[in-house]
């Protein structure tokens, strides 16, 4: 979901969102005649919006069977007090590959449109780089959503993008400037931004697929005759395609290959793909694959053998797509030996976008436990599902409760293959490598910070959390609300007590407050 729509220059293709991430072992597996220790093949699954709820073995009352996450959760580590750093896409995703909070950078701390530049620092040490200089081959497959370098057709001006036309003065006949091979991945094959997003378009390294463009209109009807709006009706324009809640996405320029329904799809394919190709060409190299898939965000488009198969309607009909993924991706680790020395890891960019009205409508809340919503400051926005398996490292299954960031990757993974990060280099991330390998005692961070779509920024600690403002300076209403005289100006909870922050304690507890209030002030 991205702010202010209309007033972005866009530069970007569209989004993804699911993760798993494989390793190979630093010290488990040897290189087939060599006797050589060979690091971990790598590979993050990152849904996109997907909540913690979502998991059935997560969720005693989930309305979702998840049987493939399940069985990572029975065989692997399950971190059950994990958080995105940012509660919306481009800033969460920018947080897990370079191990920095996004709003230290303008252009990443919010959401962004598929026709933005790129986010990234030019330079900036991300995942992909580390790993890259470690020896490893590296690839990007799915929604990408931290920008792109468009070219332009009279080669110019900046990209910009009409929403009332759907046009943009793109040149997608030209390869792009900046984009994922220059931070570090030498595969990329992307959708720019979210599938709701223009354009809509596959780039295989830097190039269109298919640069034959129409506009998504020319074969999706804006309307079905049976169209009633719901509560996501405001997040499109007269314009758009809107067919059914969940069913929608802006009008803009697609390829004329390209659909809608099957993107998520081939996503998947060309992730199995790599890895299937790493295999053969390359067996003694390890492999990064970042895979960040299109599902459950909007549009919710199941593949047609599991439409019905949820009781909770097209939303659980993805998210068992999303679960078949993770099976497939399983099935091919395992078919081609390589599954006990990858480590796997199956997490969400954020928390489900997914209000009071489908929670009281299906009985089913995707945030299981926790209040609030994707975008929100509350814990609903930014915890998120992350269960990681090392069959050659995680022997037996387990659970670990302290604080885990998404930001906590990048730490991890230089620990993992012994890589110095440089000066200014993934410097929010903090190391759990020593939680993989069996120390669930020593805690891998105290504090955190949190940011919501809005811009309403929250610090915790082991025991509490400090809100700047009233509110859920998200998608849950009232966004914010304007203090009342002598009441609280901000919240303040005792969050390992209260996970549902019911309980404002800024009045009871004021000093903390106003210490907490201090510290995010020096962070921010």
């Known amino acids: 979901m991205i702010r202010n729509f209309n007033k972005f220059k866009f530069s970007t293709p ?59 959760v029975r065989e692997g580590i399950s971190f059950t007090n994990a958080h995105s750093s940012a ?72 990209p910009v993008f009409n929403a009332e036309t759907g046009y943009s003065n793109v040149d997608f006949g ?108 390359e067996p003694d190299k390890p492999f990064f694959l970042y895979l960040p898939l299109t599902g459950p965000h909007t549009p919710w488009v199941p593949t047609e053998d599991l439409k019905g198969k949820s009781p909770i309607g097209l939303y659980g009909d993805f998210v068992m797509t999303i679960d078949h993924a ?18 796997l890891v199956f997490t969400s960019d954020n928390g489900a976008y997914w209000p009071e009205e489908e929670i009281r409508l299906h009985s089913h809340d995707s945030n299981w436990g926790r209040r609030g919503q994707k975008g929100d400051v509350w814990e609903g926005g930014h915890r998120v599902p992350l269960i990681i398996t090392w069959p050659d490292k995680i022997k037996n299954p387990s659970v670990f409760k302290p604080l885990v960031s998404l930001l906590d990757f990048f730490a991890t993974f230089s620990e993992l293959v012994g890589h110095e990060k440089n000066a200014g280099s993934g410097e929010d ?30 610090l915790r600690d082991e025991k509490y959390k400090y809100i700047d403002g009233l509110g859920s300076g998200g998608f849950t209403a009232p966004q914010f609300e304007k203090p009342q005289q002598d009441g609280p100006m901000g919240q303040l909870y005792r969050i390992d007590l209260d996970s549902t922050e019911s309980q404002n304690l800024i009045l009871e507890e004021p000093d903390l407050a106003i210490k907490m209030s201090q510290s995010l002030t020096s962070f921010q």
């Open 174 to 281: 030209q390869e792009i400037g900046t984009g994922p091979n220059d931070f570090g991945f030498d595969y990329s094959f992307i959708h720019p931004a979210s599938l709701d997003i223009p354009p809509y378009v596959f780039l295989r390294n830097h190039r269109a697929i298919d640069s034959d463009m129409i506009l998504t209109t020319e074969v999706y009807p804006r309307r079905k005759d049976h169209t009633t709006f719901s509560w996501d009706k405001k997040h499109s324009n007269e314009q758009a395609v809107y067919w059914e809640k969940g069913v929608w996405w802006r009008q803009g320029e697609m390829s004329r290959s390209f659909r809608i329904e099957n993107c998520h799809k081939e996503i998947v394919k060309e992730g199995l793909n790599f890895i299937e190709t790493q295999v053969k060409n």
């Open 326 to 343: 993770v099976a497939e991706i399983q099935e091919t680790l395992i078919k081609n030996g390589i599954d006990k020395e990858t480590l």
């Open 429 to 458: 991330s903090f190391s759990f490598l020593h939680v993989l390998e069996g120390n669930h005692d020593k805690p891998v961070r105290s504090s955190m910070v949190h940011h919501s779509s809005g811009g309403m920024y929250s």
């Open 87 to 158: 509660s919306v896409c481009t800033p969460s995703r920018y947080g897990l590959l370079t191990g920095r909070y996004a709003f230290k950078s303008e252009e990443a701390a919010f959401g962004i449109g598929g026709f933005a530049g790129p986010v990234i620092e030019s330079g900036r040490e991300t995942l992909a780089s580390l790993l890259k200089t470690s020896g490893y081959v590296t690839g990007v497959v799915g929604k990408w959503h931290l920008g792109l370098e468009w070219k332009t057709e009279d080669g110019e001006s900046t």
């Open 14 to 72: 569209f989004s993804i969102a699911l993760i798993t991430i494989v390793f190979f072992g630093s010290c488990s597996s040897e290189r087939e005649g060599t006797g050589t220790p060979k690091n971990p093949n790598i590979i993050i699954i990152l849904a996109d919006d997907m909540g913690y709820g979502d998991v059935s073995a997560l969720n005693p009352d989930s309305k979702v069977s998840t049987p493939s996450i399940d069985k990572m």
